[in-house]
Nanobody, 122 residues
Framework: VQLQASGGGLVQPGGSLRLSCVVS??????????WGWYRQPPGEQRERVATITKGGTGTYTDSVKGRFTISRDNAEKMVFLQMNNLKPEDTAVYFCNALFASGDNYARVYDWGPGTLVTVSS
């Protein structure tokens, strides 16, 4: 399975970006998997910021709640992250991955793709 995230770039504080994740190699199971967007700021740990269930329900970490929206297109095998009102602390490399339930949390399924860099700066 290959995960190709795109849509990152340089944006000013308050701006918006829409990230896309194209998934290849798992056509038969994409639609039944929950998916997540993660980010890794420079020098920090990777964290999951948004999760979408197979039914399309999104949940978010507190720092992005109300600003980010995760969505999916099962027909096209794509996952999206709409990011509004971006802040400098949103600067990170963003990754997508399928998820599986692990205890009371989720864990990623596949090896990481290259991610896409988002830089928020004036």
């Amino acid at each position: 399975v290959q995960l190709q995230a795109s849509g990152g770039g340089l944006v000013q504080p308050g701006g918006s970006l829409r990230l896309s994740c194209v998934v290849s190699g798992n056509r038969d199971i994409f639609s039944i998997q929950p998916w997540g967007w993660y980010r890794q700021p420079p020098g920090e740990q990777r964290e999951r910021v948004a999760t979408i269930t197979k039914g399309g329900t999104g949940t978010y970490t507190d720092s992005v709640k109300g600003r980010f929206t995760i969505s999916r297109d099962n027909a096209e095998k794509m996952v999206f992250l709409q990011m509004n009102n971006l802040k400098p602390e949103d600067t990170a490399v963003y990754f997508c991955n399928a998820l599986f339930a692990s205890g009371d949390n989720y864990a990623r399924v596949y090896d990481w793709g290259p991610g896409t860099l988002v830089t928020v700066s004036s």
